[in-house]
């Protein structure tokens, strides 16, 4: 995982976009894990963040530093989800859930078929992915839990054996996380979904580029982008 930061907060990035913080009323996390969320009532004060059903109860009693147990290989962060003492406003999304494409549970945001929240289960309990439609009626997704070679079945999902026998996968539930990226790839095929991957890069370093996916990014991010991710610097 690559730890090189933007260089600029995320405030600032929004400012240079005409987007002020205290314009953010609505937050939505993929899911829980540390490095997909964060506290945000400091930055975005008027902000209600919103996680897939199932989060708060994965959460409850696994907290940092609270839970010291080793078998547990994901702690969550008690500022967000320790109701006593986190001051975060945020919520697990109620729906109404309705099926879209190949997936049985999504979110109109909306209500025009813009933008979508969809539940994609398997990384852990409340994982989210998103969907937007651009001006060519292609559809923009995300997808924080997954990379290129599962999407394109060039691999299985990585399942370790542990000195001691016992397996570890960055997915809790591997079945449904499988049925999940089955899903995203039948939308890829079928649908017009263009997927942005959080962990994988392969996108922005193919030779050809995918078009509608470059179209979300500003300016100064494509400027030499090929160059900048190979070398490790931020940009």
């Known amino acids: 995982m690559s730890c090189i930061g933007p260089g600029r907060s995320l405030v600032e990035q929004l400012l240079s976009t005409g987007v002020k913080a205290e314009d953010v009323d609505t937050v939505f996390f993929s899911h829980a894990h540390f490095d997909h969320c964060r506290p945000i009532a400091d930055e975005f004060p008027r902000a209600h963040a919103y996680f897939g059903p199932g989060t708060e109860q994965e959460c409850?009693?696994?907290?940092?530093p609270h839970n010291t147990d080793p078998s547990i290989s994901h702690k969550y962060d008690?500022?967000?989800f320790d109701r006593?003492?986190?001051?975060?406003?945020?919520?697990?999304?109620?729906?109404?859930?309705?099926?879209?494409?190949?997936f049985d549970k999504a979110m109109d945001i909306f209500g025009n078929g813009a933008f979508w929240i969809i539940q994609a289960p398997?990384?852990?309990?409340?994982?989210?992915?998103?969907?937007?439609?651009?001006?060519?009626?292609?559809?923009?997704?995300?997808?924080?839990?997954?990379?290129?070679?599962?999407?394109?079945g060039t691999f299985d999902i990585a399942v370790t054996?542990?000195?001691?026998?016992?397996?570890?996968?960055?997915?809790?539930?591997?079945?449904?996380?499988?049925?999940?990226?089955?899903?995203?790839?039948?939308?890829?095929?079928?649908?017009?979904?263009?997927?942005?991957?959080?962990?994988?890069a392969t996108w922005m370093m193919a030779e050809k580029k995918d078009t509608t996916l470059f179209s979300m990014?500003?300016?100064g991010f494509r400027v030499n982008i090929d160059a900048h991710i190979s070398t490790g610097k931020p940009f």
Request: glycine share 8%; proline share 4%.
């Open 60 to 64: 409850e009693g696994k907290m940092e």
């Open 78 to 80: 008690p500022r967000i």
């Open 84 to 102: 006593d003492v986190s001051k975060e406003r945020w919520s697990e999304l109620e729906g109404p859930w309705v099926k879209f494409g190949a």
């Open 122 to 152: 398997g990384h852990m309990p409340g994982n989210l992915c998103a969907a937007a439609r651009t001006e060519g009626e292609n559809l923009i997704g995300r997808a924080d839990f997954s990379c290129r070679a599962l999407i394109d």
């Open 161 to 200: 054996i542990l000195a001691d026998g016992t397996k570890r996968c960055i997915h809790q539930d591997i079945p449904a996380a499988a049925e999940t990226i089955a899903k995203m790839r039948e939308m890829e095929r079928s649908h017009a979904f263009h997927i942005a991957l959080a962990h994988d």
């Open 217 to 219: 990014l500003d300016e």
